[in-house]
């Protein structure tokens, strides 16, 4: 007989799971604001040559008045033709172009390059993007309209589009399930992650929480750590905005390896976050993805284990249908859910695998060789 002791980790994974599902259920009051404050863009670029004229051009041709925002550029120490670009398509628009200078750095590089943006910005909304990203002219009115006076920090729907290739599908399926959890998590009262792709935040309470200051050390985590500093300041709410016009959209990684580097990337800050409640129970879910390849062997062995393993695979599927249910056509198209088994066969591995590199060693992304 398997001990009661090894379903405690499934038994976090599906509250977790269905308090995400609970929070996307949850329906909000937003009242719209009609104030046009001035929004400064903030846009750290490295390597972008093929991806800056795409994004200008989403950027200039917003329906936000012109003279109520700025495009700042912030060339990272590029090692191709992206500062050349962006200079030529300036124009007479409101695109300023800065360069990163505190060098070839190991650590914190991003994060610099944004305060480099952040302190030549005159908004007193920062809103930030990624240069590979695209969006809709309604973009900025949404994110405006959305700050009222209690609202320190938004965070907004990203979503990637594939190509024809099964790599990518499964990306975009994968990556639809990170951001369903984000949304679920902030309308529930609880922010965990977010995506740098699109965010917005009231400069002054960049400044008040003391901006990247603590872990400016980090390779990653200047869109998670900080919404969870002026999350927990108690001076400002974080919302979610859930708005169809307001889904910034995104390219999949060509190569394993690259999908790979950026998960890593990703997975490197969460031994930094402050909260014991959040760090513990993610333990108890990375011990459940742990715990299906284990069961899997141990069932060749001791038959027993197959029970475990069909419960806790059934369990999975059945929480993680539920949450993808209410992304469909928003955070991705319906026809995707085709490759649903399959990317829940290849999900505790990946996770298992990412997650553990993440926070031990060294990683690799846009030429750079980057320390933890």
């Known amino acids: 007989m398997i001990h009661p002791a090894i379903y405690i980790p499934l ?5 977790f799971i269905l308090f995400i599902w609970r929070g996307l ?52 120490n590029s090692t191709d033709v992206t500062a050349d670009k962006a200079n030529a398509y300036k124009s007479d628009k409101n695109i300023i172009l800065l360069r990163n200078e505190s060098g070839d750095a190991k650590r914190g590089f991003k994060k610099n390059a944004i305060e480099t943006g952040i302190d030549a910005a005159k908004g007193e909304i920062i809103v930030s993007t ?16 959305s700050f009222d006076k209690e609202t320190g920090f938004i965070a907004g729907p990203v979503k990637l589009k594939p190509d024809h290739s099964l790599f990518s599908r499964l990306q975009a399926l994968e990556f639809a399930g990170l951001m369903l959890s984000a949304a679920g998590l902030i309308k529930a009262g609880f922010p965990v992650t977010c995506s740098a792709a699109n965010i917005a935040y009231r400069k002054k309470a960049f400044h008040e929480v003391g901006g990247y200051k603590d872990n400016n050390e980090l390779s990653s985590g200047d869109d998670e750590l900080l919404m969870h500093k002026i999350d927990e300041s108690g001076k400002y709410k974080v919302r979610y905005l859930w708005e169809p016009s307001a889904v910034v959209t995104t390219t999949s990684a060509n190569k394993l390896k690259d999908f790979f580097e950026q998960r890593r990337r990703w997975a490197s800050k969460t031994l930094f976050y402050k909260k014991p409640f959040l760090t513990f129970t993610l333990a108890l879910i990375y011990l459940f993805f742990l715990s299906i390849p284990v069961s899997f062997l141990a069932a060749f062995f001791y038959p027993v284990y197959w029970d475990y393993l069909i ?10 249908f539920l949450v993808m249910g209410n992304g469909r056509n ?13 990317a829940e066969l290849l999900h505790a591995p990946y996770i298992i695998i990412s997650a553990f590199a993440g926070l031990f060693g060294n990683f690799e992304w846009k030429e750079r060789k980057l320390e933890r």
């Open 25 to 76: 259920k949850r329906k909000e009051k937003v009242v719209k604001s009609e104030e046009k404050p001035f929004l400064s863009v903030v846009v750290p670029c490295r390597n972008e040559e093929e991806n800056i004229q795409g994004l200008l051009d989403s950027l200039v041709n917003q329906d936000y008045p012109a003279h109520k925002y700025e495009i700042i550029l912030i060339d990272d």
């Open 130 to 145: 990624d240069a590979d990203c695209r969006h809709s002219e309604n973009w900025l009115s949404q994110i405006a309209a």
């Open 11 to 15: 038994l976090a994974y599906a509250v």
């Open 330 to 342: 928003f955070f991705y198209d319906g026809y995707l859910l085709r490759y649903f088994g399959l």
């Open 311 to 320: 419960t806790a695979l059934g369990t999975k599927i059945l929480v993680d």
